[in-house]
T-cell receptor, first 117, second 109 residues
Framework: GAVVSQHPSWVICKSGTSVKIECRSLDFQATTMFWYRQFPKQSLMLMATSNEGSKATYEQGVEKDKFLINHASLTLSTLTVTSAHPEDSSFYIC?????????????FGPGTRLTVT | GQNIDQPTEMTATEGAIVQINCTYQTSGFNGLFWYQQHAGEAPTFLSYNVLDGLEEKGRFSSFLSRSKGYSYLLLKELQMKDSASYLCAVLDSNYQLIWGAGTKLIIKP
């Protein structure tokens, strides 16, 4: 149980275009979803936290107009990287937790590798 | 500020035992997690400690001392597949996960 999927697993896009990444909790309802970014050989950096039906809370330094997060249902959150640039190339990982499961444990998706050319 | 320290890299031999340490200074404490992350993959949950002491789970054990702000992950009977990064993360008073930079563990035959 507690499986989180992400789609796509990897994507290559041209500079200036937008990319949408989906995060789904497959067998549980996610109270909260988290979006992380990870650059090579670095740890996870939390970008934003979202609760279903409400606006995401962004971490300091993360541009909310560039990284659009929509948490439309208890099983789906999306991250849209708008007007992507090569410096946005990174590994994007979502995670989810639920008060009905192990408290405060985050279940991670497999990640999406974004390359902007 | 909030800070989590763990060694950048460690090397161990197949079949041996290795201990990965983590020290933390955070605003409040609601538990400490250890995650394993293979290169190019998402982290996978290993353990969660909120009380002092040792939690054993198969070949992996995790220890916590809240008074010392210290934890370690102990891996026994090392296998080549254990080569990965091990991430320490603390849940602070706002229930936000604060992540360490990770320890890259290299297993040699």
């Amino acid at each position: 149980g507690a499986v989180v999927s992400q789609h796509p697993s990897w994507v290559i896009c041209k500079s200036g275009t937008s990319v949408k990444i989906e995060c789904r909790s497959l067998d549980f309802q996610a109270t909260t979803m988290f979006w992380y970014r990870q650059f090579p050989k670095q740890s996870l950096m939390l970008m934003a936290t979202s609760n279903e039906g409400s606006k995401a809370t962004y971490e300091q330094g993360v541009e909310k107009d560039k990284f659009l997060i929509n948490h439309a249902s208890l099983t789906l959150s999306t991250l849209t990287v708008t007007s992507a640039h090569p410096e946005d190339s990174s590994f994007y990982i979502c995670s989810a937790n639920s008060e009905g499961l192990a408290p405060y444990e985050q279940y991670f998706g497999p990640g999406t590798r974004l390359t902007v050319t | 500020g909030q800070n989590i320290d763990q060694p950048t890299e460690m090397t161990a031999t197949e079949g041996a035992i290795v201990q990965i340490n983590c020290t933390y200074q955070t605003s409040g404490f609601n538990g400490l997690f250890w995650y394993q992350q293979h290169a190019g993959e998402a982290p996978t949950f290993l353990s969660y400690n909120v009380l002092d002491g040792l939690e054993e789970k198969g070949r992996f054990s995790s220890f916590l001392s809240r008074s010392k702000g210290y934890s370690y992950l102990l891996l026994k009977e090392l296998q080549m597949k254990d080569s990965a990064s091990y991430l320490c993360a603390v849940l602070d008073s706002n229930y936000q996960l604060i992540w360490g930079a990770g320890t890259k563990l290299i297993i040699k035959p």
